[in-house]
């Protein structure tokens, strides 16, 4: 009998000491960093569930990429920056093909590390601005479009609005913002476009104890009156700072967000927050093939945290559009080794070679669902146009063409920014990485 | 000197040329008070019955919170679902007393302290399983409460007083009323504090220490109901209103740990004190200094009062 079990054990042991290489050809890892806890959850959830529900369609349909399983792993960050190094220590080991922070705080301190672990960072349209140089940052990608991006489109929308950007001379606008990372990215650039048009800049920064309590910063925006309002938010401040703004009757088409707040957002700013603004450059909704491919395979099947009528909000597209820039990172990075299970390594070489045009698009069942976006080894980002969206009570619908980003004032900013972060990090290392040419 | 008269001069100009917007910062300083000192209350309640901090007292705000939204949004009329929330604060209180407090008597005051910590992972875990972490809309015209504002004009101004926040004054008044007259004038009010002085000396003429931590636990429990409806309703009902009550913490400093006036006066001065810096003072530093201000206050008041401002003066032999 001992003989016998022996025997099966060893089999075992011999079977899976065969298996397990098997497996890991077959695989590839991609671990997510989300929040689906804590105070930042409200906007953590939705975008949790978009991206790994567009990676979970992939495996279902198509088996994963190129012939390789995807094999998701969360891990909860809880929008904590000790966490978020934490998950990244964890998750390191196990040959990431590539670290999606989802928090600026977050992404700050993974970019050292990225050139030294081998492991490209995608912070879509957060982080650092200035790490859309590929030259100084060969290992982060940031687009389509990063922070001054965005406040440059919505200082130019503002200028549409007052009939020319000259006119904006000896406005007010006002900046309410997460006093953190992400809501401080944007002020060098916001000072510099002030000295530039002439507006007065007024800052009413919200620390993250105070997100929804924030009277005494509209109390401030009162006295202040100042003509126009951005805001940077995220989590709680995003519905608190629309109460408050419809609380002392400030005019809700001249207050202007980046591109965060989402639909739980504006349903819980209540009638308020009608003729809120903010950029956003995908569309909402479900009218795509891909996003039907989700819904018949993932949240039909149960595969899915989603709820069924939040597939498609704006918050769990944007999730969809951050894993379809994964993929075709790796896809890309399988076609540029010629290897069905790639590395970090082949995964940045993929992700600054992107060309995702419109025929692509089409082929990945999202023609029209956002523009196309090209990526080189200067440029990580794209510096992609956004368009205006506009909460109508109920969903938020487009009210303006696509606005390019001030490319003439945001790019020579975002150049010096770089050369001063590598100026200011010892022994920041010279780029040696190869440059691929596109595919 | 330019800064000097930024400091000492240039802020009261302002309220003379703007009192409107005085008054403003005062009600806007007033209403914080008044929601900073319920979250307090929580804390003192317990505190005084057992001499425990009870860590959980913030996410206690957001589990009732959820579970009323939770429970409405299940298809449950908003008024049942009120009262099956309270139910559910009391099922909580009995948990509490058996399964946490009953086996560690006379432990050490900071094992109990710990045991908070422990519920509070317990109850975030819980409620994020039970109910989600996305956001819920607090249902305020269900439950009765006013919508709008009523706004007066006052020195070639106009001052903005949202009927919500009236609300939770008078509500918030209400339950002080209520909760001193129980403490003072009750019997199981003043086996409470005798709870409170020694768990021993208190079983030994036949208080029944469980039924004290139930009763006091259950009614920390409807405070934090209290005040999980009256902070959903200014942003949304999650997880972040936690954060909030890291604000009851200046409170209790400068209130006093075993007082229930202390934790209202102690909410007011926090409030409107930090309205106030933050509104006159706070363009001097750039901002965004609500979030330590507080801590300043209170500090200040340690100096004078290191017991707090009424808080009972410990004195130890050593």
């Not at chain 2, 009953?102 to 710990?114: S, T």
């Not at chain 2, 009062?305 to 003066?313: T, V």
Request: hydrophobic fraction near 45%; glycine fraction near 10%; charge should be neutral.
């Amino acid at each position: 009998m001992v003989r016998k079990l022996s025997t099966i054990l060893a089999t075992a042991i011999v079977a899976s000491a065969f298996a397990l290489p098997a497996k890991a050809q077959d695989s590839i890892y991609v671990p997510l960093f989300t929040y689906r806890t804590g105070p930042f959850s409200g906007s953590g959830i939705p975008i949790a569930n978009g991206m790994r529900d567009y990676l979970t369609m992939l495996n279902e349909r198509d088996g994963g990429i190129g012939g390789a399983k995807l094999i998701l792993e969360e891990c909860e960050t809880g929008y904590d920056t000790k966490k978020g190094v934490e998950c990244y220590e964890a998750v390191k080991g196990k040959n990431p093909v590539m670290i999606n922070p989802w928090s600026t705080g977050i992404t700050l301190p993974l970019i050292p590390r990225a050139a030294v672990d081998k492991i490209p960072i995608l912070s879509m349209a957060y982080g650092l601005s200035a790490s859309a140089d590929g030259e100084t940052f060969p290992w982060i990608f940031n687009p389509p479009n990063t922070y001054w991006d965005g406040l440059s489109m919505i200082i130019k929308y503002i200028g549409e609005q007052e009939g020319g950007l000259d006119k904006l001379k000896g406005k007010k606008i006002g900046y309410i913002y997460l006093d953190a990372g992400f809501g401080r990215e944007p002020l060098p650039l916001f000072d510099q476009l002030a000295r530039d048009l002439g507006f007065e800049l007024k800052l009413y920064p919200v620390p993250a104890d105070s997100m929804q309590n924030q009277s005494s910063q509209w109390l401030s925006v009162r006295r202040d009156r100042p003509d126009y309002m951005v805001l940077y938010g995220w989590g709680a401040l995003n519905p608190t700072a629309v109460k408050e703004a419809a609380k002392i009757n400030y005019p809700m088409e001249k207050f202007i967000s980046i591109w965060w707040p989402g639909d739980d957002d504006m349903r819980s700013a209540g009638p308020g927050g009608k003729g809120f603004k903010t950029l956003n450059w995908h569309a909402v909704g479900t009218d795509f093939p891909a996003l039907q491919d989700i819904q018949k395979l993932v949240v039909d099947k149960g595969l899915s945290q989603a709820p069924k009528n939040s597939v498609g909000e704006v918050l769990y597209n944007r999730g969809v559009y951050n894993s379809m820039l994964i993929a075709e990172g790796i896809r890309n990075a399988q076609k540029l080794t010629g290897k069905t299970v790639v590395t970090g390594e082949d995964v940045r070489r993929g992700l600054e070679t992107l060309n995702i045009d419109e025929a692509r698009l089409k082929e990945l069942g999202l023609e029209g669902f956002a523009g196309p976006i090209k990526l080189t080894c200067t440029d990580h980002n794209g510096h992609r146009p956004a368009f205006m969206q506009q909460w109508d009570g109920e969903k938020w619908v487009k009210i303006s063409e696509p606005i390019e980003p001030m490319a003439d004032r945001v790019k020579p900013l975002l150049e010096a920014a770089a050369r001063d972060y590598a100026e200011k990090s010892t022994g920041w290392p010279k780029r040696t990485e190869p440059c691929d040419k596109q595919s | 000197m330019d800064i000097l008269y930024s400091i000492f001069i240039d802020p009261f100009v302002q309220m003379g040329s703007a009192p409107d917007l005085l008054v403003q910062t005062l009600w806007e300083g007033l209403v914080s008070g008044v929601l900073y000192a319920l979250i307090a209350l929580g804390f003192v309640l317990i505190f005084k019955a057992s001499g425990v901090f009870n860590f959980a007292q913030g996410i206690m705000v957001v589990f009732a919170a959820l579970t009323l939204v939770g429970l409405y949004e299940a298809g449950v009329p908003a008024i049942l679902a009120l009262i099956l929330t309270i139910a559910v604060m009391f099922l909580l209180a009995v948990g509490v007393e058996r399964l946490v407090l009953r086996p560690l008597v006379n432990q050490p005051d900071i094992i109990l302290f710990m045991a908070t910590f422990g519920l509070t992972y317990f109850l975030i875990g819980f409620g994020e399983l039970v109910f989600g972490g996305n956001p819920k809309v607090m249902i305020t015209d269900e439950l009765y409460l006013p919508r709008g504002s009523v706004e007066f004009e006052m020195f070639g101004g106009f001052v903005s007083l949202q009927k919500i926040d009236i609300t939770a004054a008078i509500i918030a008044s209400v339950m002080v009323a209520a909760l001193a007259v129980f403490f003072q004038k009750t019997r199981i009010g003043r086996a409470l504090r005798a709870v409170a002085d020694s768990h021993k000396a208190a079983l030994s003429v036949g208080i029944s220490l469980n039924q004290i931590w139930i009763i006091v636990w259950f009614t920390a429990g409807i405070v934090a109901l209290a005040t999980g409806i009256m902070w959903g309703a200014r942003s949304e009902v999650s997880f972040a209103l936690q954060i909030i009550a890291l604000k009851a913490l200046p409170v209790l400093i400068l209130g006093g740990f075993t007082s229930v006036p202390g934790a209202i006066v102690g909410g007011l001065i926090i409030g409107v004190g930090e309205k106030l810096g933050e509104f006159y003072w706070g363009p001097l530093v750039g901002s965004g200094i609500e979030s330590w201000l507080a801590y300043v206050i209170a500090l200040g008041f340690l100096l004078f009062r290191p017991q707090g401002l009424f808080g009972e003066r410990i004195i130890e032999r050593i």
